[in-house]
Structure formats: structure tokens, C-alpha cells
């Protein structure tokens, strides 16, 4: 590995990331490029690129942030031969692959060859006159204070399913753990080439998501009974399409290129950042205080599932010997 381009967060302190991968790279005699006006603000010694210039120099990109940063290196490396290697600066990275302190070691193992890539599969459309691409999901969405998004949902030049909803969501398997999860979508592997349609906050008759082939056309009417609907591509605003418009959106499979090492599974990190088994909200200590496992109450007895129909609501004796157990600011 020759070359590594970094991706930085436009606003998030990259610091630290960034001193890992220039030290790597002064041990290993590869250059490092980045995007000017993003290392810049940093005075690092990255050799300063357009971002058209990132991917077609790089054998790698480096991803310094969080999912939308992810998302952002994603397109810049669509169609070309550079990976992506994800590094998680937020809070739930969801598409990263390792944390800054596990950096050094990642690069070094995808210097030696000893990593996979997962093919991951965009959407594009044209909006406005200009063409989009988005790696999560394109949705045409209600703009507050106008009417519903009344739109009918085309496949393959076919009228198949009409929505009344909040916003209606075509997302790729990538976007499936994004806004197309909290409208009630699926979890889709990222290894299954389809494209999902949800929406969020139905109203209609038909109210459930559907899972179609890649090699289909999707096509969103705007009908006449509805208000004016942003369109949002990856969660920014590229456009509006008004009553009697039309947004066709295609899947282009293997669009960019993810490094995974090998270290987790899919469905590992779905469980573990969804927090899928629990609530995301709540450590687990916090069900010991919402309901009582009798466990405290009496000498011998072993805890009840959280969830258990004995449960019951904690005495105050409970909450006393409980909460010493939380720790500072949670």
C-alpha cells in the first residue's frame, strides 16, 4: 500500500486519528493525501488533494468520523479501485470497522493483504436535473406544514403499491439499519443485493414496506392529493418533487468497496450498536430499578427475568441498594 487518503469529519476533533495514520505512514513510506480545505484546519502533514484527485491517488480511504463521514468517503470512492476503511469517532459508527486505538494494527493488516472487502450497493436518481447517489436510502419526505406524501410506487414500469405516509423511503441494504429501520423496515444483510421500500409513518390502507429485485426500476409518483415533498438523499435535501412528478431510482450493485478484517460479523455489530436484545436507552443495571427482581428482598431467592409477570415494582429499600451500583453520569 502505496498511498492512504483521509476523510475527515467536517467538525468532530480528528486529531488524534489523523497523527495514527501519518505516523503509520512515515514507518511504512506511504503518502498521505487529503481533501485541502478539510486538513487545513488541522496543519497536519498530509499532502493536500481535490476530492476528485482523493480517490484516484489513494490505495485506500480512510474514513475519520462517524456514518454520515462514512457515507461521504463512500461516494468519493464510488467507481474506483480504492477501498474504504471505516473509523469510528462518533457514537455509534455503525459502518466503521475499528475505533483510533486499533488504527495502526488495521493498516498494517490491510498492507498485508489479510482483509476482505464488502461490496456495498448504491441507488442513484436524478433530481432537479442533477444526478444523486446514495449509498442509505433516497426518500421523498412531507414538508412541515404542507399535505401528506400521497405517492404510488411503480416497479419495473408497473403501478404496484400507493402510500399515505410521513415520507416514503428507498434505501439499499446499507440504508437498512438507517432511517428505513426507524420507520419499522428490516434489517438487510449487507451481503443481499434488493432494494427496500418503507414508509415511514403510514396512513394508508396498505400500510407495509416491501423487498424488490435489484434489476427493477423503482419508480415514486407524487399524486395529485399531495403536498409538496422534499427529496432527501443519504439525509440531505437535494430537492422537491410536487403532484405529478415522478423520481425514477435504480440500484447499482458494487458501487464502493468496505474493508472488513474479519473481526465481527454483520449481525455482531447490528446486535451490539442497535442494541437489538435490550433498550438503547438503558443500561442494564437501570431494569434492576424499574423492576424488581426480588432478589434483594430476601435471602436465597435467584432474580426474575426483567420482563417476568412477578416481577414488580421496587420497594424503596430496592432503589437504595440498587442505584449504588450506577455509575457516575449514567
Known sequence: MHSVGMVLHPQRDSAEAVA???GWADRNGATVYGIGNEIT????????VTADELSERSDLLVSLGGDGTMLRAMRLADGRHAPVLGVNLGKLGFLAEVD???????LSAIDA??????????VDSVVAGQRVTAFNDIAVVRVPGDATAAVAVQVAGHPFVSYAADAVIVATPTGSTAYS???GGPIVSPAVEALLVTPAAPH???????????????????????GRLAVEVDGGVAGYVSPGESLDITAR???????RLGRTTFYQRARRKLRIADSPELPPVAY?????????CGPGRPPLPRRHPAARLPTTRCIQKITKKIPPGV
Open 20 to 22: 495514527e495514520v501519518l
Open 41 to 48: 484546519r488541522l496543519n497536519c502533514a498530509a499532502t493536500p
Open 100 to 106: 483510533v486505538p486499533d488504527l495502526p494494527a488495521a
Open 113 to 122: 493483504q489479510d482483509f476482505m472487502i464488502e461490496p456495498r450497493l448504491a
Open 181 to 183: 429501520f426507524s420507520a
Open 204 to 226: 394508508s390502507a396498505y400500510n407495509r414496506g416491501l423487498v424488490l429485485s435489484v434489476t427493477d426500476m423503482v419508480s415514486l409518483e407524487v399524486l395529485p392529493g399531495s
Open 253 to 259: 450493485p458494487a458501487a464502493a468497496r468496505v474493508v
Open 288 to 296: 434492576q430499578v424499574l423492576y424488581c427482581d426480588l432478589s434483594c
